[in-house]
């Protein structure tokens, strides 16, 4: 009899309110910036009172649109997400001891190594996405000497499409489709011990690479980020989306 995890059971928060400003923040922005024009646009014709009624308006519409975006993807995309990481060929991961954690990856130490396992969506054609599918696997190298032959061997599992090392993980890329997500994280691992590529502990990464990569996320983040208006302790910011 199959064991069915519950919902329950993962301690996932399926609305992750810290969010909640990731969507309101453009919402208001946009909303603010469209609610003017109409404003400045109507006022031409109408009276200031009737301007004003049409701009706020139009500014409420965009942030109801910003609050049903933000229950679209933190309650529905996501509750869809961990169901579907909690059944089919995910479980074969949840069996090897990774656990769902709030992001809505797989974690967890595999043969003393520490593992990450996530989806990413990729678009295919007009309402159209399949899932990507990618491992990271925590380690680092005693020595970079032939430790490309071990990157070279982990490119040639069958189920890899690719395979990179940097920041302090390996990161395995999948094939598409691929059905066997285990055999590639296992047998990545009975290379690296092989070649003696020292596993490290999700706490170790985090004090060093995790900090590195931190720092570089931020100031990629900051070259991005310009300023819409700051009053006392109002400070509202537009965050450019990546290329």
């Known amino acids: 009899m199959t064991h069915r995890i519950k919902m329950t059971d993962t301690n996932i928060k399926i609305i992750r309110k810290e969010k909640f ?22 006022i031409i014709d109408n009276s200031f009172k009737e301007s004003v009624k049409m701009g706020m308006g139009w500014m409420g519409i965009i942030l109801l649109f910003a609050v049903i975006g933000f229950f679209s993807e933190e309650w ?3 509750k869809r997400k961990l ?5 089919g060929k995910y ?20 043969n003393d190594f ?8 990729k678009y295919v054609k007009p309402n159209k996405y399949i899932d990507k599918h990618y491992a990271n696997i925590y380690c680092f190298p005693q020595s970079f000497e032939g430790f490309q032959e071990v ?25 598409e489709n691929t059905e066997n997500l285990v055999s590639p994280i296992e047998l990545s691992i009975d290379y690296l011990k092989e070649a003696s590529i020292l596993p490290l502990s999700k706490s ?15 100031k990629e983040e900051k070259a991005r980020t310009k300023q819409i208006l700051k009053i006392g302790k109002l400070d509202i910011k537009y965050i450019k989306n990546k290329n």
């Open 204 to 218: 170790e990464w985090d004090k060093t690479f995790g900090k590195e990569l931190k720092w570089e996320r931020e």
């Open 91 to 110: 479980r074969e991961l949840l069996n090897l001891g990774l656990k769902i954690n709030n992001d809505l990856d797989l974690a967890g130490n595999i």
């Open 76 to 78: 529905y995309q996501r």
């Open 83 to 87: 169901k579907k990481l909690q059944s």
């Open 151 to 175: 990157i070279d061997r982990i490119k040639n599992i069958p189920e890899v499409q690719n395979a990179g090392w940097g920041f302090g993980t390996l990161t395995l890329i999948y094939e």
């Open 21 to 42: 400003k990731e969507y309101l923040f453009p919402g208001m922005i946009g909303g603010f910036l469209l609610g003017l024009f109409i404003f400045l646009f109507s």
């Open 114 to 121: 520490y593992v990450k396992f996530y989806l990413d969506k």
